[in-house]
């Protein structure tokens, strides 16, 4: 009996260790599609991900008391992701995540239109992306992968395009791998766009806590929020995050990009090659003690500071989410690349496999 305890608490350590992953029904889509909802599970780190548009519906994780928080943005039920075409809550956005300018771009000459769904601009993939579509699921080691395939033509985009976007976990981590193909040219940004607020969902405003992003430039922006082409230094600037700072500290300053945005929605431009795994930003709560570190081989990161939230969104925890109630950091190429020869493209040759990581790592800072 005393061995047969020894088994069982290895299997328990390791499977601690490596993560349990589950499988559930989180409802049924009005045209009758199944959304199944899987839960990843470690010593450190829980996050909820669902079929539906390959959401990211929860990541619990510990504060410096040891106190369990949901650290994203969502709702309890399906129905709640279903109603809400406009804030893309822990989505996979795509075919192109962001903006393209006047919803046009060319491909090999040919000149495509995409729907118009933000200020005469294209916005995430269009009025129907791939966060409203029920992605094919597996259970892998520590996670899931989902599976959808865009046939030629879906939204305006050339070519059927095949994205695989593998979840999984490792200590407090949340690793998202990306792999896309097309058989057509075509051109491609996918990211992920969860709202994460440090101190819990529902907590308050993400004012307080501090960021870094690791970019010495970013692209500012026009009325419409597309970017000039222009890659600006950050240096004297409410956009110069390479040092800790209090988020709050600047966002309403005399600074025409601040104004235009409401706030922070703007495109960090990376150190490093575009490929490479490099430092994107770390986000630090200093009343929790709870702290975000983003590392990403995309080029560029969105830092969205929630300036569109405006109280009519309710979470689980019953609290309506208000103006900056969470902050966004979108690993992407750069908003409208396709209109712009000297961003790094999004171009996709048939026959080629693209590859990218992001990953999500929390960790604890002690007073």
Not at 96 to 111: C, L, Q, T
Not at 136 to 155: F, I, N, P, R, W
């Amino acid at each position: 009996m005393r061995w047969v305890k020894v088994i069982l608490l290895s299997m328990t350590t390791a499977m601690a260790a490596h993560g349990a992953v589950t499988k559930a029904a989180f409802g049924t889509t009005p045209d009758g599609k199944t959304v199944d909802i899987y839960t990843l599970k470690n010593d450190t780190i829980e996050a909820r991900v669902m079929t539906y548009g390959a959401r990211v519906v929860s990541i619990v994780v510990p504060d410096r008391d040891g106190k369990q928080a949901d650290v994203v943005l969502g709702y309890s039920s399906l129905d709640g992701y279903l109603a809400d075409k406009s804030t893309y809550f822990g989505a996979i956005v795509g075919r192109y995540g962001n903006r393209i300018a006047h919803g046009k771009f060319s491909v090999d000459g040919h000149e495509y239109q995409v729907p118009l769904n933000n200020n005469g601009n294209s916005l995430h993939g269009g009025t129907v992306g791939f966060d409203q579509a029920v992605w094919q699921a597996h259970a892998v080691a520590d996670g899931v992968e989902m599976t959808l395939v865009s046939k030629d033509g879906d939204q305006g985009y050339p070519g059927t395009l095949t994205a695989h976007v593998r979840y999984t976990i490792h200590h407090g981590a949340l690793r998202i791998d990306y792999s896309v193909s097309s058989d057509k040219a075509t051109v491609v940004n996918l990211t992920n766009h969860s709202y994460f607020n440090l101190g819990g969902e529902g907590s308050g405003t993400i004012l307080g806590e501090e960021m870094m992003i690791a970019a010495d430039r970013y692209t500012p922006v026009d009325a419409g929020l597309i970017p000039t082409g222009e890659l600006a230094p950050v240096e004297g600037t409410p956009f110069d995050f390479r040092k800790p700072t209090v988020i709050g500290a600047r966002i309403n300053d005399n600074n025409e990009q601040l104004k235009i945005a409401g706030g922070y929605d703007h495109n960090w431009v990376l150190r490093g090659a575009n490929g490479e795994t490099k430092t994107a930003a770390k986000v630090y709560d200093p009343k929790s003690g709870r702290v975000l570190t983003v590392t990403t081989t995309e080029p560029g990161v969105q830092f969205y500071s929630g300036n569109f939230l405006d109280g009519t969104k309710t979470g689980p925890s019953g609290v309506a989410y208000g103006k900056n109630a969470a902050l966004c950091l979108e690993t992407q190429h750069y908003p409208d690349s396709p209109n712009h020869p000297a961003f790094p493209t999004t171009l996709l040759k048939p026959g080629e496999v693209r590859h990218s990581t992001t990953t999500f790592t929390f960790s604890i800072h002690s007073k």
